[in-house]
């Protein structure tokens, strides 16, 4: 419901005018344009609508028409796809010249966009900018009483970095193409133009390799990309202006290459894939030339199929135990001065460094592989933190940012929003060193996503994080993001994304009915565990089935944010009628959920562990009715209920089943603010 409301709240705003970056009666866009200056008028969508090229063309440009009039027709329900081409032209696309053959880091990816009454006008000086374009045009239609329709303004964009990725790990659970092929389509609608692909893990090694066939053979279960499907998926990004950057991880989380390749490795072994989840000793022996021969024919073999500028060679959590164990690596050590585990990855990512330089391409690693001697074409992408950042910059190194941007992790989309490549305060970097970063990646490791539920673990959260890398900086509205972002949510739906169709498909197969209405009451409140609580709350390996209520719903509950919301206006003293009567009518509803719940639970061993959860709610439920019934009657609570009832709350907050209860710590401020109920009535 909170998703609707917005929806239309945000589309009739446009009727009264627009506003640029700083969110100002905002546009339903993410990320929020540059600059917009609002028109008169509006544009309309008919049968009569016509898309002409003009200037430069080429068979990509094509392609994005076609795929753009599709998307228009999938909102409209107008077939476009003939009539188009067909039709006088209304809307001109005028491109300058070409982009580069293999998309650069650097290209302008700027657009102009013009929309009047009569006609639509978007020009591009290469076709990044057009496809960036033709995303925005199509986040702006909404409906009209005259029909389907697009507000008149003049729109001027640019990114604020050059680098927007989305890394996917395929390595833990594998992800078929088609999940590959729409999180691509998913990335373009939010203008992400790094496809990061994390291809090898110690759970498996997925590309094909006719050069070292036993990676694929006996390192990947049979679930691996053959190298014609690796080349249609990056033709495919191509098409939607995304880059594609492989990350092969070296020398730890390696185990899938020993499986088939034995000497590659600094242990005695035998190896094998592994099943469970976390870092392990496994690495790649440094000190043999062997290791680098075979590597200098990989990377060969894989530049070919990756024509990206860059090539992602892990780095990170190499634990050093093999290399501990292991006597001739220690004698290497001892021999060459070399006086650490640290400075031994130093010499093999040197090494390495230099075979990957010689295949004519620049190597990206996470935060480990930064030392003082590391090259200054080495680009490091941290998941520590911006700080890490600014030291690679100031040492003069290009970085990236991915910690705050861990979309696995379950934060919510505030938090994601916060972070920022340049970091929050005052910035200490010069000119030279800021212009080093090149911006950020949201990561997906996927220990606990399979193809049903990884879109919901990455939309619509990734559209906060595309905004933070194309917007203005000073773009930081939340209560904006959050409206805005509802709206893309129901939009990508048009892109084939299944992360607003898994939520009530899984809930459906849990319980045998068509429509468990119950048990998506209950759901709508509850988030899986952040951070990496989950592997202390149970076992998880590969085998592992992610069916249950943790693995269906989103990582963030719209409906118990927008209560905290309503209660956190209560306790201060500036809530509405109509925020207390939400309140009430949320908390009667989630209170009284668990009588028709709690028959179904049984029928179903995947819901039996949700009774004690669901009974919590209801009890959680009725303590914030009696708080509210205390706060709008101007009534003290009765001695000693307060504190058992924050006790109660506190225990509540702990996961159950998997699951953390997100209407308790709202409660709990409720029930906090019974001591001053007379000040925190509200108002009729």
Same mark, same amino acid.
């Given at each position: 419901?909170?998703?609707?409301?917005?929806?239309?709240l945000?589309?009739?705003?446009?009727?009264?005018?627009?506003?640029?970056?700083?969110?100002?009666?905002?546009?339903?866009?993410m990320?929020?344009?540059?600059?917009?200056?609002?028109?008169?008028?509006e544009?309309?969508?008919?049968n009569?609508?016509?898309?002409?090229?003009?200037g430069?063309?080429?068979?990509?440009l094509?392609?994005?028409?076609?795929?753009?009039?599709?998307?228009?027709?999938?909102q409209?329900?107008?077939?476009?796809?003939?009539e188009?081409?067909?039709n006088?032209p209304?809307?001109?696309?005028?491109?300058?010249?070409?982009?580069a053959?293999?998309q650069?880091?650097?290209?302008?990816?700027?657009?102009?966009l013009?929309i009047t009454?009569?006609?639509?006008?978007?020009?591009?000086?290469n076709?990044?900018g057009?496809?960036?374009?033709l995303?925005?045009?199509?986040?702006?239609?909404?409906g009209?009483?005259?029909?389907f329709?697009?507000?008149?303004?003049?729109i001027?964009?640019?990114?604020?970095?050059?680098?927007?990725?989305?890394?996917?790990?395929v390595?833990?659970?594998?992800?078929?193409?088609?999940?590959?092929?729409?999180?691509l389509?998913?990335?373009?609608?939010?203008?992400l133009?790094?496809?990061?692909?994390?291809l090898?893990?110690?759970?498996?090694?997925?590309?094909?390799?006719?050069l070292?066939?036993?990676?694929?053979?006996k390192?990947?279960?049979?679930?691996?990309?053959?190298?014609?499907?690796?080349?249609?998926?990056?033709?495919?990004?191509?098409?939607r202006?995304i880059?594609?950057?492989?990350?092969?991880?070296?020398p730890?989380?390696?185990?899938?290459?020993?499986?088939?390749?034995?000497?590659?490795?600094?242990?005695?072994?035998?190896?094998?894939?592994?099943?469970?989840?976390?870092?392990?000793?496994?690495?790649?022996? $440094? #000190?043999?030339? &062997?290791?680098?021969?075979?590597?200098?024919?990989?990377? /060969? !073999?894989m *530049?070919?199929?990756?024509?990206?500028?860059?090539?992602?060679?892990?780095?990170?959590?190499?634990?050093?135990?093999e290399?501990?164990?292991?006597?001739?690596?220690?004698?290497?050590?001892?021999?060459?001065?070399?006086?650490?585990?640290?400075?031994?990855?130093?010499?093999?990512?040197?090494?390495?460094?230099?075979?990957?330089?010689?295949?004519?391409?620049?190597?990206?690693?996470w935060?480990?592989?930064?030392?003082?001697?590391?090259?200054?074409?080495?680009?490091?992408?941290s998941?520590?933190?911006?700080?890490?950042?600014?030291?690679?910059?100031?040492?003069?190194?290009?970085?990236?940012?991915?910690a705050?941007?861990?979309i696995?992790?379950?934060?919510?989309?505030?938090e994601?929003?916060?972070?920022?490549?340049?970091?929050?305060? $005052? #910035?200490?970097? &010069?000119?030279?060193?800021s212009?080093?970063i090149a911006? /950020? !990646?949201? *990561?997906?490791?996927?220990?606990y996503?399979?193809?049903?539920?990884?879109?919901s673990?990455?939309?619509?959260?990734?559209a906060?994080?595309?905004?933070?890398?194309?917007?203005?900086r000073?773009?930081r509205?939340?209560?904006?993001?959050?409206?805005?972002m509802?709206?893309?949510?129901q939009?990508?739906?048009?892109?084939?994304?299944?992360?607003?169709?898994?939520?009530?498909?899984?809930?459906?197969?849990?319980?045998?009915?068509?429509?468990?209405l119950?048990?998506?009451?209950?759901?709508?409140?509850?988030?899986?565990?952040?951070?990496?609580?989950?592997?202390d709350?149970?076992?998880?390996?590969?085998?592992t089935?992610?069916?249950?209520?943790?693995?269906?719903?989103?990582p963030?509950?719209?409906?118990?944010?927008?209560?905290?919301?309503?209660?956190?206006?209560?306790?201060?003293?500036?809530?509405?009628?109509?925020?207390? !009567?939400q309140?009430q009518?949320w908390?009667?509803?989630?209170?009284?959920?668990?009588?028709?719940?709690?028959?179904?639970?049984?029928?179903?061993?995947?819901?039996?562990?949700?009774?004690?959860?669901?009974?919590?709610?209801?009890?959680?439920?009725?303590?914030?009715?009696?708080?509210?019934?205390?706060?709008?009657?101007h009534?003290s609570?009765?001695?000693?209920?307060?504190?058992?009832?924050?006790?109660?709350?506190?225990?509540?907050?702990?996961?159950?089943?998997?699951?953390?209860?997100?209407?308790?710590?709202?409660?709990?401020?409720?029930?906090?603010?019974?001591?001053?109920?007379?000040?925190?009535?509200?108002?009729?």
């Open positions: 419901m909170f998703r609707i409301v917005c929806m239309t945000l589309l009739s705003s446009l009727t009264a005018g627009v506003a640029g970056g700083q969110g100002v009666a905002p546009l339903p866009l990320p929020l344009p540059s600059q917009v200056k609002p028109g008169t008028g544009f309309l969508i008919n009569g609508f016509g898309v002409t090229l003009e430069f063309t080429e068979p990509r094509e392609r994005a028409r076609q795929r753009f009039l599709n998307t228009l027709s999938a409209t329900g107008i077939p476009l796809w003939r188009a081409y067909l006088k209304m809307f001109f696309i005028k491109t300058g010249g070409a982009s053959p293999i650069q880091v650097d290209e302008d990816e700027s657009y102009h013009q009454a009569d006609e639509v006008r978007l020009e591009a000086a076709p990044l057009v496809l960036h374009g995303q925005t045009f199509l986040q702006l239609v909404r009209t009483p005259q029909g329709a697009v507000p008149a303004m003049t001027d964009d640019q990114p604020r970095f050059a680098w927007r990725g989305l890394m996917l790990d390595g833990r659970h594998f992800m078929p193409l088609d999940v590959v092929y729409r999180t389509d998913g990335m373009e609608a939010v203008k133009n790094v496809f990061h692909w994390h090898s893990e110690n759970q498996g090694f997925r590309v094909e390799s006719k070292y066939p036993l990676l694929q053979e390192g990947s279960d049979g679930l691996f990309y053959t190298q014609e499907e690796i080349r249609r998926v990056v033709e495919y990004a191509h098409d202006g880059r594609v950057v492989p990350e092969f991880d070296m730890g989380h390696a185990t899938a290459w020993f499986v088939g390749y034995p000497d590659l490795a600094s242990g005695s072994g035998p190896y094998q894939i592994e099943r469970e989840w976390g870092v392990f000793d496994p690495a790649m022996d $440094p #000190t043999r030339e &062997s290791t680098y021969t075979f590597l200098d024919g990989f990377i /060969g !073999e *530049t070919g199929l990756f024509p990206d500028a860059y090539f992602h060679i892990g780095g990170d959590e190499c634990n050093g135990k290399w501990d164990r292991n006597p001739q690596i220690q004698q290497f050590m001892k021999a060459h001065a070399i006086k650490d585990n640290a400075a031994l990855q130093a010499y093999f990512t040197a090494r390495v460094q230099k075979i990957v330089a010689g295949h004519n391409r620049i190597m990206v690693g935060d480990e592989v930064l030392q003082p001697s590391t090259p200054k074409d080495v680009v490091i992408q998941w520590r933190g911006p700080q890490f950042v600014g030291e690679a910059v100031r040492g003069g190194n290009r970085a990236m940012l991915s705050g941007y861990y696995d992790l379950n934060q919510s989309a505030a994601h929003y916060s972070a920022d490549p340049e970091g929050n305060g $005052p #910035t200490t970097l &010069s000119s030279d060193q212009n080093r911006g /950020g !990646e949201a *990561t997906m490791w996927s220990e996503v399979t193809p049903e539920n990884v879109d673990r990455i939309w619509p959260r990734t906060a994080i595309a905004e933070r890398l194309w917007s203005p000073d773009t509205d939340v209560a904006s993001m959050y409206a805005r509802a709206v893309i949510s939009h990508l739906n048009y892109y084939g994304l299944e992360h607003n169709s898994s939520y009530p498909a899984m809930l459906s197969r849990m319980t045998g009915e068509p429509d468990p119950p048990l998506r009451v209950f759901g709508d409140v509850m988030q899986p565990p952040r951070g990496y609580a989950r592997g709350l149970g076992h998880y390996d590969a085998f089935p992610l069916n249950r209520m943790v693995d269906a719903v989103p963030e509950s719209e409906t118990a944010r927008e209560f905290s919301l309503i209660v956190n206006r209560i306790v201060a003293g500036k809530a509405s009628l109509a925020d207390w !009567e309140a009518e908390l009667l509803l989630w209170r009284d959920n668990d009588a028709q719940l709690q028959p179904l639970l049984p029928k179903s061993q995947l819901t039996q562990e949700l009774a004690p959860v669901s009974a919590n709610l209801r009890q959680v439920s009725q303590t914030g009715l009696d708080a509210i019934g205390y706060l709008r009657e009534r609570a009765p001695p000693g209920w307060k504190t058992r009832q924050l006790a109660f709350l506190k225990t509540s907050e702990k996961p159950q089943a998997v699951l953390l209860n997100m209407i308790a710590p709202a409660v709990a401020n409720l029930v906090q603010a019974t001591a001053n109920s007379p000040t925190a009535a509200h108002k009729d």
